[in-house]
C-alpha cells in the first residue's frame, strides 16, 4: 500500500524504511515514501526490520549534562523524535553526565545498541565524542563539535549574542553584565559569552569580568548567580544598581535574574534591561515580557533527524555545518519598542 501511495516500487520503499546505506535514492523520492508510509499509519515489524537491515532501529538522543532535560527550550528532542518514528526508528534519550568516564561513549553505543546518535550541546574538550566522530560511526551534533569532522546543526551564538548586546549599547546602556547558562566548558555557553565581547569591543568599552557569570541551566540557579552578582559588587537596596544591562544565556536562567533583581529592589526596565535567548514560550508572559533571541528549535530538532538518516543511509561523507537563522524578539525588558530583527 505504502509504494502503491507513493508511487515506486517495494523495494524502494524497503530501502527507504530501513535507511539503507548507498541506496542512492533522490531526496524527493525519500519524502514521498515517508509521507505515504505516515498518512497510511504504517508501522514496520521492528523484528522484520532488524533481520534484513541489521539494524538495532534505535537512534539516540545524548545530552551531555541530564540538566539539559530540566530546560523549556528542549524542543529539539521531540521534533527529532517525530522524524525517527516516522521512519520506524525507536529513540532512547540519555546523559553523558561524564564524558571523561572511560569509554562513555563507547559503552552508550555498545549497551544500549544504538545505530547512531544525535549529541545536544557538546563540551569542547570532550575527547572521546571526538573520536567517536572521527571513527565514522553516524553523529549529529546540535552545536559545534569537538571534532572538525563532525556533523553540525547550530546557530550562531556569538553573531546572535552580539547583535542582542549591541541593541542594549544602542538604546543608551553602557554597563553590561553577562549571565551564562552553564559551564563554558561547553561549546555554546563559550560562544555565547564570546558574543558578549564582541560587542563591548565593538562600542569601544572594556570588558570587566566582575561583570561575568554563570548559572546551572535552571531558572534558580539563575537567581542564585545573580544574587551573589549583586553581593559580590556591593549592590544594597535602594541604591543605583551595579550595572545597567543583563545579557543572559538562555531564557531559564533569565527568569530567575528576574526574580533576583526584583527581590533587589532594581526595576526592569528602568535600572536594568534584560535580554535572554532561546524564545520559550513562558518568555512571552514574564514580568515585564522577556527580550530574547529566537532559536528555530523545530527546524533545528527535524534538520537533526533528517541528517542522521542521511548519514545512516549514505554512510561516511564530508563533514556537514549547517547554521539556521535567528531573530531578536524585542519585548519590554529591555526598555525599547517592541519589535522583531532577523
Known amino acids: 500500500m505504502v509504494a502503491a501511495r507513493a508511487g515506486v516500487s517495494r523495494t524502494t520503499v524497503s530501502f527507504v524504511l530501513n535507511a539503507r546505506a548507498g541506496s542512492g535514492i533522490p531526496a524527493a523520492t525519500r519524502a514521498r515514501v515517508l509521507a505515504a508510509a505516515r498518512d497510511l499509519g504504517y508501522v514496520p515489524s521492528a523484528a522484520a526490520r532488524t533481520l534484513v537491515s541489521g539494524r538495532t532501529l534505535t537512534v539516540g538522543f545524548v545530552v551531555c549534562d541530564a540538566r539539559h532535560l530540566l530546560t523549556d527550550a528542549f524542543l529539539p528532542q521531540a ?154 559588587l556591593g549592590h544594597r537596596p535602594g541604591r543605583p544598581p551595579p550595572f545597567d544591562a543583563l545579557v543572559c544565556g538562555n531564557d531559564t536562567v533569565a527568569l530567575g535574574a528576574l526574580t533576583a533583581l526584583r527581590e533587589a529592589e532594581l526595576q526592569v526596565p528602568a535600572d536594568v534591561a534584560v535580554v535572554g535567548f532561546d524564545d520559550i514560550p513562558t518568555a512571552a508572559h514574564t514580568a515585564p515580557p522577556l527580550t530574547t533571541v529566537r532559536m528555530p528549535l523545530l527546524e533545528m530538532g527535524e534538520a537533526a533527524g533528517h541528517l542522521l538518516f542521511e548519514l545512516l543511509e549514505s554512510g561516511p561523507r564530508e563533514c556537514e555545518a549547517r547554521l539556521l537563522p535567528t531573530e531578536l524578539v524585542v519585548r519590554e525588558s529591555c526598555g525599547t519598542a517592541s519589535t522583531v530583527f532577523g
Open 79 to 232: 521534533i527529532f523524535t517525530q522524524v525517527a518514528h516516522a521512519r520506524g526508528f525507536r529513540v532512547l534519550v540519555e546523559a553523558v553526565d561524564d564524558p571523561e568516564r572511560p569509554a562513555a561513549y563507547q559503552a552508550l553505543v555498545r549497551s544500549a545498541r544504538i545505530d547512531g546518535m544525535v549529541v545536544m550541546n557538546p563540551r569542547r574538550d570532550d575527547m572521546q565524542l571526538a573520536e567517536l566522530i572521527d571513527s565514522g560511526y553516524p553523529v549529529v551534533t546540535i552545536g559545534r563539535p569537538p571534532s572538525p569532522a563532525g556533523h553540525m546543526l547550530d546557530v550562531d551564538n556569538v553573531l546572535a549574542v552580539q547583535d542582542a548586546a549591541a541593541h542594549l549599547l544602542r538604546a543608551g546602556r553602557s554597563r553590561v553584565a553577562h549571565l551564562g547558562y552553564g559551564s563554558p566548558r561547553y561549546a555554546t555557553v563559550a560562544e555565547r559569552l564570546a558574543g558578549y565581547h564582541a560587542a563591548l569591543a565593538a562600542a569601544g568599552l572594556a570588558a570587566d569580568e566582575d561583570l561575568v557569570t554563570f548559572g546551572n541551566y535552571s531558572a534558580d540557579s539563575g537567581a542564585t548567580a545573580m544574587r551573589a552578582l549583586l553581593e559580590r
